[in-house]
């Protein structure tokens, strides 16, 4: 990851996510096995995704405002609660091989677009504001340096 702005590069993996879910969507009701990959992108980027955030970037900005139990990112970590707990219950659908899961994905995806659009218009504006280029560096090197193990794994033995 070259030094660039936290807006474009999270903006870009939301974009991601959605194709991956959108994807799954897409194929679950056609041939549910070749939906599953997709759903498992899914999964384990948006892990991924929660993880830098309330490891790396989150402090980040919390250091520079001063702001940790009260602001943005107190609300971001409530929501990712929701988000993690909303994820497993399309998890269960999906490890169950049940392609009607219209209203886990509705609740899951109404609370990230509502979380998204908060990030993108105020949370990585302000984290690209706050810090300097070479800050910046530092934050997507320690993004890549987080083990594949943290974040890609559901907890379950399935293919």
């Avoid at 250091?63 to 107190?74: E, I, L, R, V």
């Amino acid at each position: 990851m070259s030094t660039q702005e936290v807006s474009g590069f999270y903006g870009h993996d939301h974009d991601e996510l959605d194709s991956f879910l959108s994807q799954f969507q897409k194929l679950k009701r056609q041939d549910f096995a070749q939906a599953k990959p997709f759903f498992r992108k899914f999964k384990f980027g948006l892990q991924r995704h929660i993880l830098w955030e309330e490891e790396i970037l989150f402090p980040v900005f919390e250091s520079k405002t001063g702001m940790s139990d009260a602001g943005p990112t107190a609300v971001m970590r409530q929501e990712h609660v929701l988000i993690k707990e909303a994820l497993e219950e399309l998890h269960l659908k999906v490890r169950q091989n049940d392609a009607d899961s219209e209203k886990e994905e509705k609740v899951l995806i109404d609370l990230l677009e509502s979380h998204n659009l908060k990030e993108e218009n105020i949370l990585y504006p302000a984290i690209d504001q706050l810090t300097t280029a070479e800050e910046k560096k530092v934050m997507f090197q320690e993004m890549e340096k987080v083990p594949l193990e943290r974040y890609a794994s559901c907890g379950c033995h399935h293919s």
